[in-house]
Every structure is written in structure tokens, then in C-alpha cells.
């Protein structure tokens, strides 16, 4: 039974789970923190393209950051916001906490 929780504590601390980030308002650490396969530089690079070009309008549009390719891209994709809108819970319907 020990092991198990072992196992399962080293299995957890791995196992992150990616949160949901807003590219037009976010600082570089969030966006590392939180995009998976993202580092500090990326993110870095990130906050210095949209501060230079303006908001990005889709997703789509961070393969313009050096750095940032389609391969990284559909990774994330499903993690990017580009507003502050209220996020709905997909099987119930009800807003995100």
C-alpha cells in the first residue's frame, strides 16, 4: 500500500495538468507556468511580440513568434484564450469557478 501511494505522489507531481491562459494579457511567467512545453524565453518571446504588434487575434497567429512553430502550436491550442471571457464547464454548461 505504500507503494502505491508512492507511485501515485511520482505519477501526480508529473502529471500537470495545463491551464486555460489569456496570450493578450498575460505576463511571461503565467504564460510559462501555465502552457505546456512553453519555457520562460517562449513565453518571453510572447509578451515581447504582442507588445510590439498588438493583441494576437487567433491562435493561430503565435507561429509569427520566433520560436513558436505549428508542432508547438497544436499543443497548446486548446489552453490559449484570447479574451477574459468566462470559461463554461463543456458537459454541464455552468461557469468555470
Request: a positive charge.
Amino acid at each position: 500500500m505504500k507503494r502505491l501511494l508512492v507511485v501515485l505522489a511520482v505519477f501526480c507531481s508529473f502529471n500537470v495538468i495545463a491551464s486555460p491562459v489569456n496570450i493578450n494579457t498575460a505576463d511571461a511567467k503565467t504564460i510559462g507556468e501555465a502552457l505546456s512545453g512553453i519555457g520562460i524565453k517562449k513565453a518571453e518571446a510572447i509578451v515581447k511580440y504582442r507588445e510590439a504588434k498588438g493583441p494576437f487575434e487567433t491562435a493561430g497567429d503565435l507561429v509569427n513568434v520566433e520560436g513558436i512553430g505549428e508542432k508547438s502550436l497544436e499543443k497548446i491550442k486548446n489552453d490559449i484564450l484570447l479574451s477574459d471571457a468566462v470559461i463554461a464547464d463543456k458537459k454541464t454548461g455552468e461557469k468555470a469557478k
